[in-house]
């Protein structure tokens, strides 16, 4: 019976095995899950700082692009006045000749 007795041991001893082994299989996976989820952290954090310097970015454009409408349309202006100056002076020479042909047509 000692034999049996013996056999019986190593068969309860063969019992806890299976479990262990599911235990350490669980635990690999549970090892594997945190890697996994730190690589996810990871990831989440390095795209938080991308997507603050994206903001950055976005920011720095918009206020180049409000001082570029400000300098864009006080430039207008200024050659729009220019424009009617032009003109001005334009209409002044034509009336001038005018004045210089009626004057010279009526001298004759």
Known sequence: MDAQGD???QGGSQGPRPSN???QQTQA?????VGIMKVNVEKVLERDQKLSQLDDRA????E???????SAATLKRKYWWKN??????MCAIVVILIIIIVLWA???
Request: aromatic share 4%; charged share 30%; no cysteine.
């Open 7 to 9: 056999a019986g041991a």
């Open 21 to 23: 082994k599911r235990l």
């Open 29 to 33: 996976q549970v090892d594997e899950v």
């Open 59 to 62: 920011d720095a454009l918009q």
């Open 64 to 70: 180049g692009a409000s001082q570029f409408e400000k």
């Open 84 to 89: 009617i100056k032009m003109m001005i002076i």
């Open 106 to 108: 009526g001298g004759k």
